[in-house]
């Protein structure tokens, strides 16, 4: 029996971060399962990206981390508060990102309260007034962050940015960022700290500009196939992972000039046929993509009628009276004609990564495939 779901073809994943090692010199990829494996499962994304080389994992929180620290890889953690639980032994294995002088401080007090060394990466903001440290800030926070590292509270093992304007290397501000980044590590080595892993380049810089992958790469909505430039992501090798998919519910014939939807904006121009999708706002799917998206339904593409309510959607069927209970395909890889995700995102006026961690759990997950979750392959632990 059909019901919404998401299904996720984890062999995509794998694809996928063999073919963004493939194109890079540097030595580690961070897998980036924030936002639920960016709405796939975060286990089941991390597993697969592990199998085909992933060397560790990146979440935003303590909470996100935890329950992937069996996984057998280090996982990265870079958007806590200053009062984040930083003693909590449960959470003393995650690597934390660093941004500013208070967050040092209560890195340090944790660490000494749990009697474990903190793992770090320092966090230099690089242009975008967003997340990281302010470079007025960045020479003492490396001289404090080396002096913890004297006292056994803390050890640090990376050095981060983030690029703002990564799709286009000849982009004045990703230039501007890059040395940026550069001219931190070159203070940080300066004070004596000695990072193994220096990253800025998340999937677009990936992509498009090796000159910014230093020797991990910290790769997040390429695992599933989104490339963050907008271009469907086949043009860049890679392989979307998830198709969107519910029954038809129902099915009636309407007559010309009959309306459709809340509101009454959508009149029906000729006699035909019109299915029900039981997936609607709440499940992820723009309102604004209301009467011009489309779905695919019994081989051909369907157009959406009306506006996308909170729970259901109606669908043209033309001339076709489909069965209840038939596919009704939302977005997928494309291969069959199906619209994908890219499409949905451009009619909805937004990207990809909003409507993707925009499905909420009460659409099913399907995972085809299993990543192997003790794969060896892993970043370098500090000893």
Same mark, same amino acid.
């Given at each position: 029996?059909?019901?919404?779901?998401?299904?996720?073809?984890?062999?995509?994943?794998?694809?996928?971060?063999?073919?963004?090692?493939?194109?890079?010199?540097?030595?580690?990829?961070?897998?980036?399962?924030?936002?639920?494996? $960016? &709405?796939?499962?975060?286990?089941?994304?991390?597993?697969?990206?592990?199998?085909?080389?992933?060397?560790?994992?990146?979440?935003?929180?303590?909470?996100?981390?935890?329950?992937?620290?069996?996984?057998?890889?280090?996982?990265?953690?870079?958007?806590?508060?200053?009062?984040?639980?930083?003693?909590?032994?449960?959470?003393?294995?995650?690597?934390? *990102?660093?941004?500013?002088?208070?967050?040092?401080?209560? +890195?340090?007090?944790?660490?000494? %309260?749990?009697?474990?060394?903190?793992?770090?990466?320092?966090?230099?903001?690089?242009?975008?007034?967003?997340?990281?440290?302010?470079?007025?800030?960045? +020479?003492?926070?490396? #001289? %404090?962050?080396?002096?913890?590292?004297?006292?056994?509270?803390?050890?640090?093992?990376?050095?981060? !940015?983030?690029?703002?304007?990564?799709?286009?290397?000849?982009?004045?501000?990703?230039?501007?960022?890059?040395?940026?980044?550069?001219? /931190?590590?070159?203070?940080?080595?300066?004070?004596?700290?000695?990072?193994?892993?220096?990253?800025?380049?998340?999937?677009?810089?990936?992509?498009?500009?090796?000159?910014?992958?230093?020797?991990?790469?910290?790769?997040?909505?390429?695992?599933?196939? =989104?490339?963050?430039?907008?271009?469907?992501?086949?043009?860049?090798?890679?392989?979307?992972? /998830?198709?969107?998919?519910?029954?038809?519910?129902?099915?009636?014939?309407?007559? *010309? !000039?009959?309306?459709?939807?809340?509101?009454?904006?959508?009149?029906?121009?000729?006699?035909?046929?019109?299915?029900?999708?039981?997936?609607?706002?709440?499940?992820?799917?723009? %309102?604004?993509?209301?009467?011009?998206?489309?779905?695919?339904?019994?081989? %051909?593409?369907?157009?959406?009628?009306?506006? =996308?309510?909170?729970?259901?959607?109606?669908?043209?069927?033309?001339?076709?009276?489909?069965?209840?209970?038939?596919?009704?395909?939302? $977005? &997928?890889?494309?291969?069959?004609?199906?619209?994908?995700?890219?499409?949905?995102?451009?009619?909805?006026?937004?990207?990809?990564?909003?409507?993707?961690?925009?499905?909420?759990?009460?659409? #099913?997950?399907?995972?085809?495939?299993?990543?192997?979750?003790?794969?060896?392959?892993?970043?370098?632990?500090?000893?």
């Amino acid at each position: 029996m059909l019901t919404p779901r998401l299904t996720v073809d984890l062999a995509a994943v794998t694809h996928n971060v063999t073919r963004l090692r493939a194109g890079s010199t540097a030595r580690d990829l961070v897998a980036v399962v924030k936002a639920d494996g $960016f &709405g796939h499962g975060a286990r089941a994304v991390a597993g697969a990206a592990i199998a085909a080389g992933a060397s560790g994992l990146g979440v935003t929180t303590l909470a996100e981390a935890e329950p992937l620290l069996d996984l057998g890889v280090p996982v990265l953690s870079w958007l806590n508060p200053v009062g984040a639980a930083f003693e909590d032994p449960a959470t003393a294995d995650v690597e934390v *990102a660093v941004t500013s002088l208070e967050h040092l401080a209560a +890195v340090v007090r944790g660490a000494a %309260r749990s009697g474990v060394r903190r793992r770090v990466h320092l966090f230099v903001d690089t242009g975008m007034n967003r997340d990281g440290c302010d470079p007025v800030d960045w +020479v003492t926070l490396c #001289a %404090r962050a080396r002096g913890a590292e004297r006292c056994g509270y803390l050890e640090v093992v990376g050095v981060m !940015g983030h690029l703002g304007c990564a799709d286009d290397e000849n982009e004045r501000h990703h230039r501007a960022a890059h040395l940026r980044f550069t001219a /931190a590590v070159r203070v940080a080595r300066g004070l004596g700290l000695s990072p193994r892993h220096l990253h800025l380049s998340a999937t677009g810089a990936t992509l498009r500009t090796p000159g910014a992958h230093h020797d991990t790469l910290r790769v997040g909505a390429g695992l599933v196939g =989104i490339d963050p430039s907008g271009v469907e992501a086949a043009v860049c090798g890679l392989r979307p992972a /998830a198709t969107l998919s519910a029954p038809v519910v129902q099915v009636r014939r309407v007559v *010309a !000039g009959q309306h459709v939807g809340y509101g009454h904006d959508h009149a029906v121009s000729r006699d035909g046929w019109v299915g029900l999708v039981p997936l609607g706002y709440a499940d992820g799917l723009p %309102r604004a993509a209301s009467d011009h998206a489309e779905m695919w339904v019994a081989g %051909r593409r369907r157009r959406v009628l009306g506006w =996308i309510s909170m729970d259901q959607t109606v669908v043209d069927l033309g001339d076709d009276a489909v069965a209840p209970g038939s596919e009704a395909v939302v $977005f &997928g890889p494309g291969e069959r004609g199906e619209p994908t995700v890219q499409e949905w995102a451009e009619w909805g006026s937004t990207i990809p990564h909003e409507v993707l961690t925009g499905i909420p759990a009460r659409v #099913a997950r399907v995972h085809l495939g299993a990543g192997n979750l003790n794969s060896s392959n892993h970043m370098e632990r500090a000893a």
